[in-house]
């Protein structure tokens, strides 16, 4: 396992919602701090071909239902459509439910019963065979964290309140949720310690939650080995039968994290991953998905390490933090290539490549020449 690549010059996203559909990665929405942030513009959506690392924007079809921008939503791939729900602007939290088709590039906005969930942003999703479940996130309507199961299935596109049995997660919100079998896990996240409310006083759950879909049952893992400390707005995702997290953020020490950590399900465990190569800055809000043994990580927020450098204020929790949004891309590769190890050689010692052969040069260009999505905040003129 090694960090293999990173470019910059990708979408410069926060709170962004992403889904890996073939070899693309399609990215949407997501906050961004700069003058041409508007709420009620059109949902920016783009894409990964995750064979050239290029981004580009999708010029999708605009009609009247086409959803407006946000940050905190959550996307879920079904077959070649991608169903969309929650989240927010400045202004405003979301409750329709949008579909984007990845052949056609349209937007609609399916037709659905059933018992809706509040309209919500910070909020997991994850989909377990034919259903989107949906857990916990901040209310707008009723002010506070939420610890609810929602449940739609996208066949008959009917909302079900999950009344679930055994001991819930805390009301929380930018917690992690992965599926395996016909399991939800969850972790992490922000709640409060007058919970449900948003007394301002937040707390950070470091353990482990599975949700059995199959008895509507929650149960506590209380894994062994070294616990990641609590945080939010970190990543997760499966390989191999073990949910792995990746940075975060916790409020109460202010601590951003970078660190990598494995929980095996079959042994309950956790472990911390030392990796190797370019590592990612220390980041929380950013996107992370799996395809083919590689991770795909890109954008979210991070310290401001210049202090010469004007910053991305922290507006969407409305702190006095000084932070920088990312527009960069790594790469996560679970069983690198010799091939790949040997271009990463090259580039760490800056060796020779006049004589490599020219499809090795064209390997080289893809894995370090940057996009051309957006510009390094710190440039200016």
Known sequence: MRWTVHIDGGPMRVNHAAVCIGNKIFSFGGYYSSEEYKDWDPIPVHVLDTVTLRWSAVNYKRNDVVPFQRYGHTTV????????????????????????????????????????????????????????????????????????????????????????????????????????????????????????????????????????????????????????????????????????IFGGFNGNSKTHFNDLYRYSIKENSWQYINVKGSVPCKRRRQACLIYQNIVYLFGGTSPCPNQNVRPAYNLIDNEPERLIDNSDLH???????????????????????????????????????????????????
């Not at 040997?342 to 580039?347: E, F, G, H, K, P």
């Not at 490549?353 to 940057?370: A, E, F, G, N, Y």
């Open 77 to 244: 791939a079904y077959g070649d459509k991608v169903y969309m729900w929650g989240g927010r602007n400045n202004s405003v939290a979301c409750e329709t439910l949008s579909c984007f088709d990845t052949k056609t590039l349209e937007w609609s906005t399916p037709s659905v019963t059933g018992m809706v969930p509040y309209a919500k942003d910070g909020h997991s999703a994850c989909l377990i065979k034919n259903k989107m479940f949906i857990f916990g996130g901040f209310e707008y309507l009723t002010d506070q964290y939420s610890q609810e199961v929602h449940c739609l299935d996208l066949d008959t596109l009917i909302w079900t309140f999950v009344d679930t049995k055994g001991t819930p997660p805390s009301h929380r919100d930018f917690h992690t949720a992965v599926a395996v079998g016909n399991r939800m896990y969850v972790f992490g996240g922000r709640g409060d310690l007058n919970s449900p409310y948003n007394s301002q006083q937040e707390i950070y759950c470091p353990q482990v939650y599975y949700l059995d879909t199959l008895e509507d049952r929650w149960v506590v893992a209380n894994p062994s080995g070294n616990w990641p400390e609590g945080r939010r707005s970190h990543s997760a995702w499966i390989h191999n039968d073990s949910m792995y």
């Open 331 to 381: 790469l996560l590769d679970y069983s690198p290539s010799l091939k790949t190890l040997s271009i990463l050689t090259v580039l760490e010692h800056n060796l020779d490549q006049s004589s490599l052969p020219r499809d090795i040069i064209i390997d080289i260009h893809t894995m370090t020449l940057p996009n051309r999505i957006s510009r390094p905040i710190n440039q200016s003129g």
